[in-house]
């Protein structure tokens, strides 16, 4: 009971063992079947806490019965790294697993490079960053094969808690326990694809249970108040954290209620409350824009709401913010207009301001020519006010069209009226 945690005996020792990742390592893979052919790439694997890199790298090993070796880039040094190529010089070929690779240094990955290319060091790299961000390329280059991971299923999960309670060597299944089908589910699906922490709970929810004739009695209020909470998991400035806020946008952006409300519950129990808002109002003008002006207002007041009321009752005015803009008509057309123009000036094409729009207010500006300007106001045209039919772009740029608008909610009113001036520009003075 006191020794190795349960999450740390239950790592599979081959491959065939791995629960989940059919899709990275599944018997019809490519990488399943190099490794049963003695093969072992140079790879990085990529994904969220507690879903198997660790696992799988051990399994690795032990399917290969090439020497192993682990360390962990956050409390490894060069040093350490030094001490496995002269272990190379004894023993040839090592695996040698880096977790945490992005905690390590451009010039303590560099280190490596020679080793991997030779071959003398077959590396795996873990990491919960994206390791397009965050891994050196050199040593991307050098890996011959970058799997993203996913969280495990509620059924893979199941899989391997029962596997947990029937294994009499590394699991409980030389404990008694009575625990429901219904419990290991509930435990299953609290744990929210994490492996490690599915076992880790599975195992405190056990020695927290009532003992009856050496029999550990599982009740359900334990299993409800181990598994409150348990799914949440965020590093405020990891890759898991941006890929939420993402998916928030993506799914307000494709008008899904519920799973952008899904991701804002998700992004709040982080507590990162600035972060989300900041997003919010990113998206009010960037995905609804032209075609519901009154959100962008309605978001910034839901986001001082918030900002004043604080977590949890936060939640309130950004829940009615998330849904109106999921509901609401969508433009992106204001600000793509705008990068066009930025990537034209960016690109040099730019010329010379016409003269009646220049500066003309102090002494000597007519002089220089700044003169011509009218005033539209001074022109009523209908009920939209003042207009007048005058050059505004450069000269060499007239005619260029940045803004394309769009029949979308109110944006249909604004369209009409930019193509009823397209038409006046067009009959010449």
């Known amino acids: 009971m006191n020794g190795e945690p349960l999450a740390f005996r239950m790592r599979p020792s081959t491959i065939d063992e791995i629960v989940g990742q059919k899709e990275v390592i599944g018997e019809e893979t490519s990488l399943y079947k190099m490794i049963k052919n003695g093969y072992v790439p140079s790879m990085l694997l990529y994904g969220e806490p507690g879903i198997g890199k660790t696992s799988i790298a051990f399994a690795i090993a032990g399917t290969t019965n090439i020497p192993f070796i682990a360390l962990n880039a956050t409390t490894a040094g060069k040093k350490d790294v030094e001490a496995v190529v002269e272990e190379t010089r004894i023993t040839g070929k090592i695996i040698l697993f880096l977790d945490e690779i992005h905690r390590f240094n451009k010039a303590q990955q560099d280190y490596l490079l020679p080793h991997v290319e030779r071959g003398d060091i077959i590396l795996i790299g873990a990491t919960t960053e994206n390791p397009f961000h965050d891994v050196n390329p050199a040593i ?4 011959g094969q970058i799997k993203q ?7 893979d999960i199941e899989v391997l808690l029962q596997r947990a309670l029937q294994d009499e060597r590394k699991g ?6 009575d625990i429901s089908e219904e419990q290991v589910k509930m435990i299953a699906f609290g744990s929210n694809g994490d492996a490690r922490k599915s076992l880790t709970l599975l195992e405190s929810i056990v020695y927290s249970s009532s003992k009856v004739n050496d029999t550990f009695i599982v009740d359900d209020k334990i299993v409800n108040d181990m598994v409150e909470n348990i799914g949440v998991y965020g590093d405020k400035k990891g890759t898991h954290f941006y890929n939420l806020l993402s998916s928030l946008q993506k799914s307000i952006r494709g008008s899904d209620v519920d799973a952008a409300l899904y991701y804002l519950a998700h992004l709040l129990e982080t507590g990162d409350l600035v ?8 998206i009010a003008y960037e995905d609804i824009g032209l075609a ?7 978001v910034l007041a839901a986001v001082t709401a918030s900002e004043r009321l604080g977590l949890p009752e936060a939640r309130i005015p950004l829940s009615v913010a998330v849904v109106e803009m999921c509901l ?6 204001a600000y793509k207009a705008l990068d066009l123009a930025i990537q034209d000036v960016r690109s040099g094409k730019v ?6 729009l220049r500066d003309g207010h102090y002494a000597g500006a007519k002089v220089l020519g700044h003169v011509g300007y009218k005033y539209p106001h001074d022109f009523p045209i209908g009920t939209f006010g003042g207009w007048v039919n005058q050059d505004y772009l450069p000269e060499n740029l007239i005619g260029t069209k940045y803004y394309q608008p769009l029949d979308a909610g109110d944006e249909k009113r604004l369209a009409a009226i930019y193509e009823k001036l397209e038409q006046f520009r067009n009959q010449r003075k």
């Not at 991971?149 to 059924?155: A, C, D, H, P, Q």
């Not at 409980?172 to 326990?177: E, F, P």
């Not at 972060?275 to 990113?282: D, G, S």
């Not at 609401?328 to 057309?333: E, R």
């Open 328 to 333: 609401s008509s969508k433009s992106n057309s």
């Open 351 to 356: 010329g010379n301001i016409p003269m009646h």
């Open 140 to 143: 991307r280059s050098r890996c």
């Open 149 to 155: 991971l996913t969280r495990l299923t509620v059924e």
């Open 172 to 177: 409980l299944g030389m404990v008694k326990i």
């Open 292 to 298: 519901n002006t009154a959100v962008g207002n309605n």
């Open 275 to 282: 972060a989300v808002n900041r997003r919010l109002v990113v």
